[in-house]
């Protein structure tokens, strides 16, 4: 048995808790609207975010020793079932309320990662060429420009525009990763511009995956980002990296594509939004205030 299995898992399981931490602390951040790097350093002040972000980086790092051995069909789809983790301690948390549809679709995730854990095949990935490096960094800027023109949208739209451009960046991280993760020595992984195109689109994605939480729905934009951080590396693995579905198995990794990834997208459209997070901490935070003030009118008239 592959040791990928082991860290695919591991790497769900963490995506989870990372998700749903960072959620809570942007809910706690003032609403930005503009594309502004400030944003990372005001959740950094939140002990809630930087626990997420630790989250985040293990989850990131089991992903990128998974994908050494297994495809990017079958691991980013994976890790887009971190968003059940997510749900599950939303709800057991902060009481997070979920609809019927959402617990459906949520159910046809599940089913969808199964049918590709079923017909996924472990393979080493080859190489990307000088040009497919090219592209890859050019895909940087492009990214975001296109956050900055989508930095004005808010609510639902905002949500899902913004985090499917967070996922395009994820997505190039994952395409970065699988040929970086075969890497032979320590000189040669860091010398790889792969690494920095990695770490460049994961800032971006990391700022875009903020500005998303912030507009609406923690569901709808968690669910655009796996949607679109699994459909574009999916096709690049199959086309270019060697990706490669088990024999006879092709109808089953369709079947659990479409079902695993149709899900994810129709999360973006019948997803509620949880604005009572940011309702709960405003409250505490009016009560704090106003004990606060009740103190210094009691020790003002005590003078």
Known sequence: MSFGWIFLGASVAAYGVANF???????RVTVHSKLDPGLLLKLAGHRVYLAGLLCQLLAFAFAFFARRDLPLFLVQTAVAAGLGVTVLLGVAFLKWRHPVSEVVLLGTLVF??????????????????????????????????????????????????????????????????????????????????????????????????????QRGSTTAA??????????????????????????????????????????????????????????RYEEKSRKRCAKSKTTATARASAR
């Open 21 to 27: 931490l960072q959620s809570v602390a942007a809910a």
């Open 112 to 213: 969808g990662l199964a049918a590709l854990i079923i017909s996924a095949e472990v393979s080493q990935s080859r190489p990307l060429n000088g040009v497919e490096v090219c592209a890859l960094a050019l895909s940087v800027p492009i990214v975001g420009l296109l956050g900055r023109a989508a930095v004005p949208l808010h609510g639902a739209p905002g949500s899902v525009a913004l985090g499917a451009l967070s996922g395009l960046s994820f997505g190039a991280v994952a395409i970065a990763s699988r040929p970086l993760a075969g890497a032979h020595s320590i000189g040669a992984f860091v010398t790889d511009p792969l690494l920095y195109i990695l770490l460049a689109h994961t800032v971006v994605g990391q700022l875009l995956l903020g500005l998303a939480m």
């Open 222 to 279: 968690v669910a655009s980002m796996d949607a679109a951080a699994a459909i574009p590396p999916a096709l690049v693995g199959l086309l270019l990296l060697g990706d490669r579905i088990a024999p006879g198995r092709e109808w089953l990794a369709a079947i659990g594509f479409v079902a695993a990834l149709g899900s994810v997208l129709l999360l973006t459209r019948y997803a509620e939004p949880q604005h009572h997070v940011r309702e």
